[in-house]
Structure formats: C-alpha cells, structure tokens
C-alpha cells in the first residue's frame, strides 16, 4: 500500500497562514488524497481531500504536485482551535469498503 | 443529525470480564467502523461493516467481537483482553458503496483493561 510521510510536529502564529507537506511517493493514479484531524480528545474529522486538481474549502486549500508525489494542506488564517493532529492519507477502495490507513500525522501547535 | 455518538465514554475492566462497546448513528450510513487508537498514536482499522455485514477484518485477534444488528447500531464485544488492548475505540460512519465518501466519527471510548 502506497504510504505518507508528513513531519511530527509544526508550529504557527495565531491567524497567519499554515503550510503542512505530506510525501506521498508511491501514489498509485486512482488514490484519492484525503486530510482529516484530530482535536484534542476527539475523533478525527475531516478537512479536504482531491485527485490531481487543487481543492478548496470553507476549512482549508489542497494543493497537489503535477507529479502528485506530494500535496500540501493550506490554513488561509490559523486560529487556536486549529491545533490538532493532521493526518494526510491515500484512500483505498475496494468491493468490501473504503480503507482509511492513517499515518503517523503532523502536530500542529498555534501559538496566541 | 451528523453526529455519532459512543458509549460508555470510560470502560475499566478486568482481563476476565465480558463488555460491550456501542456506536450509534442516525444518518442513514450503511458503512460503519471500528478503530483501535493507542496513545499518541494514529488510528488503526480494525472492522469494517457494509449493508450490516462484515467486509473487512483487519485480523483482528478473536477477543474483539463485532455485531451490527441494525444499519444504526455498531457494537464491539469485548472478553479476555489484555492490557495491551488499552486504547481509544472509534466508532465511524459513511455512504457505502461509493468510492468517494467522508468518515464520520465517534469520540471514542477510552478503554483501560487491569
């Protein structure tokens, strides 16, 4: 199965922009990239997912590479409800269901 | 209603006991989901139920039982575990049948076996 990496941890200032990376070399031509989080003692949501074009959403941009090797989760404006655990993911379908394979996420801290 | 909710939110229980996770959803979802998540870690598929009947078993060891009794109703089954088996549980929720659909998820019960 086709695998993420994403950095352990990244910081921010409260309402300026937030880039998180996620490698994802292996991307076969029909893994959809989805981004979910996880706020402190809950489940995880999601955020935005794509194929090959950039997305965008009420919560956040997604910018894929040409080459679709890596994508990159946009915040326009972090706020303090923004941190939480980012989990960049290769969803995989098949006849017995939709496969969410979780990464080891990144942490983001914003600061006031 | 988007909500999925989990009981109980705590469970202690004993390497002898038998106890049962419940997940519950009123989306109309025929896909629902158990995830094992142990601490600062990412969560792990464990179960997978389409149109009420098991899909995928992550080999999940036998301890762990799962039943959907009715396209709202998720419950895990839980007898003999360990103490490795502490963890959160997440229940989640989607359309079925379709290759694109969000997960919806539970907060999860908090399971700490003595």
């Known amino acids: 199965d086709a695998k993420t990496t994403q950095p352990n941890s990244m910081e921010s200032n409260e309402e300026e922009p937030v880039h998180l990376p996620c490698n994802h070399s292996?991307?076969?031509?029909?893994?959809?990239i989805h981004w979910y989080r996880q706020l402190p003692s809950q489940g995880p949501e999601y955020v935005i997912h794509?194929?090959?074009s950039n997305v965008n959403n009420r919560m956040a941009s997604l910018a894929i590479a040409e080459d679709r090797k890596s994508s990159t989760l946009i915040l326009h404006r972090a706020t303090l409800r923004d941190a939480a655990v980012y989990y960049c993911?290769?969803?995989?379908?098949?006849?017995?269901?939709?496969?969410?394979?979780f990464g080891g996420g990144t942490r983001l801290m914003v600061k006031p | 209603d988007t909500e999925v909710t989990q009981t109980p939110k705590h469970l202690v229980m004993g390497m002898t006991n038998k106890k049962s996770l419940k997940c519950e959803q009123h989306?109309?979802?025929?896909?629902m989901y158990w995830y094992k998540q142990k601490a600062k870690k990412p969560p792990e598929l464990m179960f997978v139920?389409?149109?009420?009947?098991?899909?995928i078993n992550e080999s999940v060891p036998s301890r762990f039982s799962p039943e959907c009794p009715n396209s709202s109703l998720l419950n895990l089954h839980l007898h003999a575990l360990q103490p490795e088996d502490s963890a959160l549980y997440l229940c989640?929720?989607?359309?079925?049948?379709?290759?694109?659909?969000?997960?919806?998820f539970g907060p999860g019960t908090r399971l700490t076996v003595l």
């Open positions: 989640a929720s989607s359309v079925a049948g379709v290759r694109f659909t969000e997960q919806f």
């Open positions: 292996t991307i076969s031509g029909t893994d959809y």
């Open positions: 794509g194929l090959t």
């Open positions: 993911i290769l969803r995989v379908y098949n006849n017995a269901g939709n496969m969410l394979t």
């Open positions: 989306m109309g979802h025929r896909a």
């Open positions: 139920y389409s149109y009420e009947k098991l899909s």
